[in-house]
Every structure is written in C-alpha cells, then in structure tokens.
C-alpha cells in the first residue's frame, strides 16, 4: 500500500512569492491534515481537510491556506512568503484518528 | 502552559538499555494517544496507538497511558543504535486536531 506522498520534497522560495505544496493521502484515507514543523516550536497543527471541508484550523495567519480534492489529495498555499516560514512542511493522512505521515517538503525562503 | 509537556532530552543510554520517554498533559478530552518516531530529514512514522487508557505492546516497545495522571509513557526494551531518533507523544480529542509534544531526541551508543 502506498504511502503519503508529499511533492516537492525540497523548494527554495523568495520573500514575497507564494508557494503550493501537494499532498496525496493513503488510498481510503480522506481525512488530510497539514503541519509547520520548525526547531524552535516543533510540530505546529495548520489545518485539517475531510470530504473537501475544512474540519479544524490552527493558529495561523490567513496567508497559510490549504484545500482538499474529490480524490482527496490536498493542496496548501502560502503567499507571500516571509522567512520565518522556512520549515518542514508535513502532511499526515488519516483513516479515522491515527494519522501517517509524509517525508515532508522542506521549504526554505530567502 | 503547553497543553503536552514532553522532555526534550537528549536522553544518551548505552545498547541494550531500558528507554523510557514520557509525556504529560492537561487536556482531560483527550482520548487518543500516539508515538511517533522521526529520524533526521524524514516524516514521523507511528509507533504506537491507543484510545483511552492501558497499555500496549508491540516487539520491543511498550506504550502505556494513565488518563488519571494525565501520564504516557512509551518503553523500548533492548535499545539498539538505530532507535537513535526524536520521539514525538502526539494526542486529541474526538474528531479534533492532534497535539505534539515537543519531542525527546534519543542517543543509544553502542
């Protein structure tokens, strides 16, 4: 069974440029949940994604945006970019609560 | 207050040892417990699963959750080099948004 897969896995981006990362979640699975991993605050909740609708946010400020397909693969936006948002970026799937994980895409803003 | 308090190391043990990593929390909602290991540059991978309190056992690693204290626990027996990661305590409510721990970083030494 394939697992999450999460493109690109690496991205260099400039202040100010908006950046969409993909998701595709575990066949079956359609609950899709995305999150900001950094040193300093760890794992940080960003949203999560069920049936298409947006089932939970975390704190984050609106140019953190995200949106879920029929198929269930996701999508999340950032726009302009700032250089507190290099981080890894994770995206986890789930069958009902326990959730699995992507490699992540490492996004670093210069 | 964070509401997942987890030790963030690093805990250094020889081969062989007893390893045990422990999470507390605030959050009596809470229902569902997870482990997660993450090596360097990769997605945390699920360890360990449990809903409500108990214990569970998997090979060498032994989850435990005491809802009472607000209290879990992940044991691995006969540590190996190879358990050297960062392990996350991750947990949530019904239908709600999973919380991390900060993670514990993990040295075992041959």
């Known amino acids: 069974k394939a697992g999450v897969t999460q493109t690109p896995r690496y991205l260099i981006k400039t202040r100010g440029q908006q950046v969409t990362l993909s998701c595709s979640p575990i066949?079956?699975?359609?609950?899709v949940s995305w999150y900001q991993q950094t040193p300093g605050q760890g794992l940080q909740f960003l949203f999560e994604y069920f049936s298409e609708t947006q089932r939970n946010k975390g704190n984050f400020p609106g140019r953190f945006s995200g949106r879920q397909f029929s198929n269930s693969r996701s999508e999340m936006n950032v726009s302009t970019l700032e250089l507190g948002d290099s981080a890894l970026y994770l995206c986890?799937?789930?069958?009902?609560?326990?959730?699995?994980f992507g490699q992540g895409t490492r996004l670093t803003v210069v | 207050q964070k509401e997942v308090e987890q030790d963030p190391g690093p805990l250094s043990v020889p081969e062989g040892a007893i390893v045990s990593l422990n999470c507390t929390y605030s959050n009596s909602a809470f229902q569902y417990f997870m482990w997660y290991r993450q090596y360097s540059r990769k997605g945390p991978e699920l360890l360990m699963y449990t809903y409500s309190s108990g214990n569970k056992e998997d090979g060498r690693f032994t989850a435990q959750v005491d809802k009472s204290s607000k209290y879990i626990s992940l044991f691995i027996r006969d540590s190996q080099p190879s358990d050297s990661a960062t392990y996350l305590c991750?947990?949530?409510?019904?239908?709600?948004?999973?919380?991390f721990g900060t993670g514990t970083r993990l040295q075992v030494f041959p």
């Open positions: 986890a799937s789930s069958p009902i609560d326990e959730a699995f």
């Open positions: 066949s079956g699975h359609r609950s």
């Open positions: 991750a947990m949530s409510a019904i239908t709600d948004k999973l919380i």
